[in-house]
């Protein structure tokens, strides 16, 4: 069976002390519910270390990076290294978001070593692919998305892959309030397991694949029920504690 996830990509929000309160409440919803699912938290950096040291006794939560450099180590000002992060507590990284390709022009070929990097230091990777509108309304989105995954995580081997939840977040949907209907996200994860059975055969079964982009309390639970939507990644609704955790309720 494959493994339900409910992670938190809280971005450039929340000072240090509403980060601490946020996690503190939300071990404590979740851990009184037995709740059968997984749980990530990815603070900005700063935070990492302290939230890391709250969760380290829970084997259902786990702290993830934002992001992480494609180099090992030196001369990069302001940069923050797989080996850092996996040193500070962090034991997941999110890769290739919308908001980095956009805003930091990032494509595969340095998501590629960004990849590497994570794996080397044995930090598991949230993987994020996604079409804009451009590419749906052209009828792109599932070469767009093919490719991105080819360029990349399809290049490892089984083992390597074995490390890596894939999100599918169409940039249309990210913080606008217009969510995938859960036919066309459930669609595009049916098309992201083929491609990956097509590469690495039974491997396809155990790929955690999650929906993100406006996915809220009201629509988690729809979303969830298709067949190949394992789990969200989730933004906004992420930054309070009732709403995450009425996410995390709905996977069941
Ligand atoms: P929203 O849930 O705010 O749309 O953000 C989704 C996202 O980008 C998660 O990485």
């Not at 859960?182 to 929906?211: S, V, W």
Request: with cysteine; net charge negative.
């Amino acid at each position: 069976m494959r493994k339900k996830i409910a992670a938190a990509n809280w971005k450039m929000n929340l000072n240090m002390s509403d980060a601490l309160q946020l996690t503190h409440d939300v071990m404590k919803g979740f851990n009184a519910v037995a709740r059968n699912c997984e749980i990530i938290l990815a603070p900005s950096f700063p935070y990492l270390s302290y939230i890391a040291g709250l969760t380290k006794e829970n084997n259902s939560i786990h702290v993830a990076a934002q992001d992480c450099s494609a180099h090992s180590h030196g001369a990069y000002t302001g940069e923050v290294s797989a080996q850092q992060l996996k040193s500070a507590g962090a034991t997941h990284v999110i890769l290739g978001h919308s908001e980095r390709r956009t805003y930091h022009h990032e494509q595969s070929e340095i998501l590629y070593e960004k990849i590497k990097q994570a794996l080397s230091h044995n930090l598991k990777i949230i993987f994020c692919c996604g079409e804009t509108l451009q590419q749906r309304n052209s009828e792109k989105h599932f070469a767009t998305v093919t490719q991105q995954l080819e360029e990349t995580v399809f290049k490892l081997d089984p083992k390597e892959l074995s490390q890596v939840i894939i999100a599918y977040e169409p940039v249309w949907a990210i913080g606008t309030g217009i969510n995938a209907t859960a036919a066309q996200a459930q669609e595009m994860h049916q098309c992201i397991r083929k491609e990956t059975r097509n590469k690495f055969g039974n491997e396809a079964d155990h790929l955690p694949i999650l929906y993100g982009g406006s996915c809220n309390e009201k629509n988690a639970a729809e979303l969830f029920a298709q067949p190949d939507i394992d789990g969200g990644l989730i933004g906004g609704a992420s930054l309070k504690t009732e709403s995450f955790l009425a996410i995390a309720d709905a996977l069941g």
